[in-house]
Each structure stands twice: as structure tokens, then as C-alpha cells.
């Protein structure tokens, strides 16, 4: 959050920690939240938005500025997550019932999180807007490929009778998405608080990548006459998928076997990707020019009934199955994968990141026995795995974000959303670019600026 020197609060992001074990973090936002006049919005994923629903149940009653796109993106996530958190709170207490223990009361529901959407107020990228009391802060959002809508902010304010230049790099995206189009350049900052969560690392350049998918899905469905099970984020990665199988079934390359979109979430995201082209890339237009849709082709099926999930179960021909959620923590992807385990026919092929805690970082380790729903399975099935799906930049890809910064004129650099050593690592690369007073801070630290 940035305090003016007038005392404006503006609040870039509201986050939910993941994990366990972040209870306290999500519960302490460290400042009041009704003293909060303004929220700006990065992008829609739930690390970065998923705390706007208990911010406003706190008192929060202040404009969300953020693309439409974002906004869009958000009102299905934040419904989803609020509905997780009642399922998971209404579990909880019942067992707390039983055993006699007082009931807890969860970070926010359903109703926090409709009233959170009403608040939202949409800007296009480059479209500058005011805020504070006689409009002095000056800002404006660039694109910064990472998600659909998702945005670098850039603040003016007014400190000290001159005018602090603030960017807020959000997550950074890459140079290649295949989607959404490059990150856009922007002005010289003062300040900038910095993504790091690839810092000390570069991912794999994948230089045929619907080669290798359609090899997997042959080997798979064709050789072994196996289900092909991808657990996938509902959002950016399965519309990548959708659309790399897409274009092997235009081109004809794409056995004719059923692909099922398992996730009613990831429909929803499909849908509102369709409406945002606007943040698509040329080539991703141009193929939508030829072929009519980048996410619909013979043979795919979108399923949001719950029963018609289930049927998938009883079918016995070969199939791929994209589900949700990526890690494979929750949703229907754990049925999938604990229905297909122990068929050394079939394969699951993890493409994102994956902690180490969670059943899909547990495959991705090669573990041989995993716990599904509290049971014990023997991994029997193929585990194949595809890295060339992020959408976070690597340091090379953050450090090219940033090139259109001259080093030396930046005065201060602060390195959020990272691992410690990870922030680190990348600290030592800005500095060999030439950045300076590179500040890790702590949560909840103050820093003048
Ligand atoms: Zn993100």
C-alpha cells in the first residue's frame, strides 16, 4: 500500500496467500482496511486478487480500478474461491460441532465477494485516470502479458513539491506467449516494485510444442489406447491447450478421439477470453481469421455438469481430460487422476508449476505411491511432463521487461512475490544491469519513499 504525502491509501493488489499453513497471513492485512480510498488491480489471479472479498467484508468500500478484462476474470474467480472457502468452512465446522469446539468463522463468502465486484471500475491500457482529493495522482496500466487483462500500474504522485514516478511490474509475462500479445514499454519510474518469482532461473525453451503434446496424446491414445489426463489452471493454461489442439486438429494431425474441458471454471475463463481479443496477438488473430475459433474443434467437449463429469468415468475409449484445479488439489481433475492411476495405459502430463506439497508436484517428483482423498494409490500409470507452459517471465525475460528503464535514473527498487533466495538471486542480476538500492522487504514493513 502507498500512503501519500495528502495520507491518500492506494493499495496495488490484494492477494491471498496459498498454501499451508497461511492462515494468519490471510486473516492480518496489517493496515485498516476501511482507511484504504483505493484499490488498483494487477491482474485476476487469486495471489493477487483473492483477499478483495474480505478486504471489503472489513470495511473496504473504495473504487477497484483494473482492465476490463481483469474485471471480467474476476467475478468468476472471486465466486469460486468464496464458494471454496464456504465448502471448506462448512467441513471444518462440522467437525469442530461434533467435537464440541467453537465454530470458526471464515475470511469472507459468497455475499463479500458480489459486493466486492460492484466496485470494480474498468480503464483500457494506456488510458490515464486521477485519484485523490483534487485528482493529483496521475496513473495508468500497460500490458504486461502475463494473464488475460493483466497489467503493470504506473502512479504519479505528487511528493515534495515534484511529481514520483511509482511502477508496480505486477507479474511479468513473456515475450512469446501464445496467446496475448508482447508486454508493452513504459515511461522511466522512479520507483519500481518488481515481481521476482522466476529470479534465479530460465525456463526451457520448448521450440516444438504441439509437436511433443501430439506425440504424448498418440503414444497415449492411439498406441496405448490410454485417457490422456492434464490437470491444467482453469485459467490461460487449458485455453493454451485448447488451442494448440485446435490448431493439430485443423491441420489435421489430431487422432479423432473425444477431448473433454472438464471445469466449469475453465468454460467460464474460455468464454471470457473469447470476449477480450483485445488482448490477443497478431498471430493468434489471424488464425482465428481462418479457422472461426481458436477454442472450438470436432470431437472437444465442454463439460459443466457435474453428472455428465461422472459419465466420463464409465467410458472405456480413449480420450484426453483437462481439468482443473492445475495442482491437482481440488476439483474434479483428482477423480480423473484417481480413476486412471493404476492404468498403465493411460498417462497424466503435468504442464505448470506444481509446489512440492501438492499431489501434482508429488507425480512431477516420480513419486511411487500418492494419497488421494486420504487413500493410498500405486502410481501405475505413465507421468509425462511439459515446461514450456508459464506464464511468468524468467530473469531474462523480466530483466528484457525492464530494459526500456535506463538503471541509473532509477531510484529505488523493491523485489515483492519471490522466494527469499530467489530474490536474492535477482537482485545480484538487476545489479549487474546496473540498477541500485535494491531493497527485500519484509511483510508489513514501512519504507519512506
Ligand atoms: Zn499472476
Same mark, same amino acid.
Given at each position: 500500500?502507498?500512503?501519500?504525502?495528502?495520507?491518500?491509501?492506494?493499495?496495488?493488489?490484494?492477494?491471498?496467500? %496459498?498454501?499451508?499453513?497461511?492462515?494468519?497471513?490471510?486473516?492480518?492485512?496489517?493496515?485498516?482496511?476501511?482507511?484504504?480510498? &483505493?484499490?488498483?488491480?494487477?491482474?485476476?489471479?487469486?495471489?493477487?486478487?483473492?483477499?478483495?472479498?474480505?478486504?471489503?467484508?472489513?470495511?473496504?468500500?473504495?473504487?477497484?480500478?483494473?482492465?476490463?478484462?481483469?474485471?471480467?476474470?474476476?467475478?468468476?474467480?472471486?465466486?469460486?474461491?468464496?464458494?471454496?472457502?464456504?465448502?471448506?468452512?462448512?467441513?471444518?465446522?462440522?467437525?469442530?460441532?461434533?467435537?464440541?469446539?467453537?465454530?470458526?468463522?471464515?475470511?469472507?463468502?459468497?455475499?463479500?465477494? %458480489?459486493?466486492?465486484?460492484?466496485?470494480?471500475?474498468?480503464?483500457?491500457?494506456?488510458?490515464?485516470?486521477?485519484?485523490?482529493?483534487?485528482?493529483?495522482?496521475?496513473?495508468?496500466?500497460?500490458?504486461?502479458?502475463?494473464?488475460?487483462?493483466?497489467?503493470?500500474?504506473?502512479?504519479?504522485?505528487?511528493?515534495?513539491?515534484?511529481?514520483?514516478?511509482?511502477?508496480?511490474?505486477?507479474?511479468?509475462?513473456? +515475450?512469446?506467449?501464445?496467446?496475448?500479445?508482447?508486454?508493452?514499454?513504459?515511461?522511466?519510474?522512479?520507483?519500481?516494485?518488481?515481481?521476482?518469482?522466476?529470479?534465479?532461473?530460465?525456463?526451457?525453451?520448448?521450440?516444438?510444442?504441439?509437436?511433443?503434446?501430439?506425440?504424448?496424446?498418440?503414444?497415449?491414445?492411439?498406441?496405448?489406447?490410454?485417457?490422456?489426463?492434464? +490437470?491444467?489452471?482453469?485459467?490461460?493454461?487449458?485455453?493454451?491447450?485448447?488451442?494448440?489442439?485446435?490448431?493439430?486438429?485443423?491441420? *489435421?494431425?489430431?487422432?479423432?478421439?473425444?477431448?473433454?474441458?472438464?471445469? +466449469?471454471?475453465?468454460?467460464?475463463?474460455?468464454?471470457?477470453?473469447?470476449?477480450?481479443?483485445?488482448?490477443?496477438?497478431?498471430?493468434?488473430?489471424? &488464425?482465428?481469421?481462418?479457422? *472461426?475459433?481458436?477454442?472450438?474443434?470436432?470431437?472437444?467437449?465442454?463439460?459443466?455438469?457435474?453428472?455428465?463429469?461422472?459419465?466420463?468415468?464409465?467410458?472405456?475409449? +480413449?480420450?484426453?481430460?483437462?481439468?482443473?484445479? *492445475?495442482?491437482?488439489?481440488?476439483?474434479?481433475?483428482?477423480?480423473?487422476?484417481?480413476?486412471?492411476?493404476?492404468?498403465?495405459?493411460?498417462?497424466?502430463?503435468?504442464?505448470?508449476?506444481?509446489?512440492?506439497?501438492?499431489?501434482?508436484?508429488?507425480?512431477?517428483?516420480?513419486?511411487?505411491?500418492?494419497?488421494?482423498? *486420504?487413500?493410498?494409490?500405486?502410481?501405475?500409470?505413465?507421468?509425462?511432463?511439459?515446461?514450456?507452459?508459464?506464464?511468468?517471465?524468467?530473469?531474462?525475460?523480466?530483466?528484457?521487461?525492464?530494459?526500456?528503464?535506463?538503471?541509473?535514473?532509477?531510484?529505488?527498487?523493491?523485489?515483492?512475490?519471490?522466494?527469499?533466495?530467489?530474490?536474492?538471486?535477482?537482485?545480484?542480476?538487476?545489479?549487474?544491469?546496473?540498477?541500485?538500492?535494491?531493497?527485500?522487504?519484509?511483510?508489513?514493513?514501512?519504507?519512506?519513499?
Amino acid at each position: 500500500m502507498i500512503t501519500t504525502e495528502k495520507g491518500t491509501k492506494i493499495l496495488l493488489d490484494c492477494g491471498l496467500f %496459498q498454501g499451508i499453513q497461511t492462515d494468519e497471513f490471510n486473516q492480518k492485512f496489517g493496515f485498516k482496511p476501511a482507511e484504504v480510498n &483505493y484499490l488498483i488491480l494487477s491482474h485476476a489471479h487469486i495471489d493477487h486478487s483473492g483477499l478483495i472479498p474480505r478486504l471489503v467484508r472489513q470495511g473496504f468500500s473504495g473504487p477497484i480500478y483494473c482492465t476490463a478484462a481483469t474485471a471480467d476474470l474476476c467475478k468468476i474467480m472471486l465466486m469460486d474461491s468464496a464458494h471454496i472457502q464456504e465448502q471448506d468452512l462448512e467441513r471444518i465446522n462440522k467437525r469442530r460441532q461434533k467435537q464440541g469446539r467453537p465454530l470458526l468463522e471464515g475470511l469472507y463468502n459468497t455475499e463479500d465477494a %458480489q459486493r466486492a465486484i460492484t466496485l470494480f471500475k474498468t480503464v483500457k491500457y494506456g488510458e490515464t485516470f486521477h485519484l485523490g482529493e483534487n485528482r493529483e495522482i496521475a496513473v495508468f496500466l500497460t500490458d504486461a502479458a502475463h494473464l488475460l487483462g493483466s497489467a503493470a500500474v504506473h502512479l504519479s504522485i505528487p511528493d515534495k513539491g515534484t511529481f514520483k514516478q511509482v511502477t508496480f511490474t505486477g507479474d511479468i509475462g513473456r +515475450p512469446d506467449d501464445r496467446i496475448l500479445r508482447k508486454p508493452d514499454v513504459f515511461p522511466q519510474a522512479d520507483i519500481i516494485i518488481s515481481e521476482s518469482t522466476y529470479g534465479d532461473r530460465l525456463h526451457e525453451k520448448e521450440v516444438d510444442m504441439k509437436g511433443h503434446l501430439l506425440k504424448i496424446v498418440r503414444e497415449t491414445c492411439v498406441e496405448n489406447k490410454g485417457k490422456l489426463i492434464i +490437470p491444467a489452471f482453469a485459467i490461460d493454461r487449458t485455453q493454451e491447450l485448447i488451442y494448440a489442439l485446435d490448431q493439430l486438429s485443423s491441420a *489435421g494431425l489430431l487422432p479423432q478421439i473425444p477431448v473433454y474441458i472438464d471445469s +466449469p471454471l475453465a468454460i467460464n475463463a474460455t468464454r471470457i477470453m473469447k470476449e477480450h481479443d483485445e488482448c490477443f496477438n497478431p498471430e493468434i488473430l489471424e &488464425y482465428i481469421e481462418k479457422d *472461426g475459433d481458436a477454442f472450438a474443434f470436432p470431437y472437444l467437449n465442454y463439460v459443466s455438469d457435474v453428472n455428465d463429469s461422472k459419465a466420463i468415468n464409465d467410458k472405456k475409449e +480413449p480420450c484426453i481430460i483437462i481439468s482443473s484445479s *492445475g495442482m491437482a488439489e481440488a476439483g474434479r481433475i483428482k477423480h480423473h487422476i484417481k480413476n486412471n492411476i493404476g492404468d498403465s495405459n493411460s498417462t497424466i502430463l503435468l504442464v505448470g508449476y506444481a509446489s512440492a506439497n501438492t499431489l501434482a508436484g508429488a507425480l512431477k517428483r516420480g513419486d511411487k505411491h500418492v494419497n488421494i482423498f *486420504g487413500e493410498n494409490f500405486e502410481v501405475k500409470c505413465h507421468v509425462a511432463s511439459m515446461d514450456s507452459f508459464s506464464g511468468h517471465g524468467d530473469y531474462n525475460e523480466m530483466i528484457a521487461f525492464l530494459a526500456c528503464q535506463t538503471p541509473d535514473r532509477v531510484q529505488k527498487v523493491f523485489l515483492v512475490h519471490g522466494e527469499y533466495e530467489t530474490q536474492v538471486a535477482f537482485k545480484l542480476k538487476l545489479e549487474a544491469e546496473g540498477y541500485k538500492n535494491i531493497h527485500i522487504p519484509a511483510l508489513y514493513e514501512n519504507v519512506e519513499i
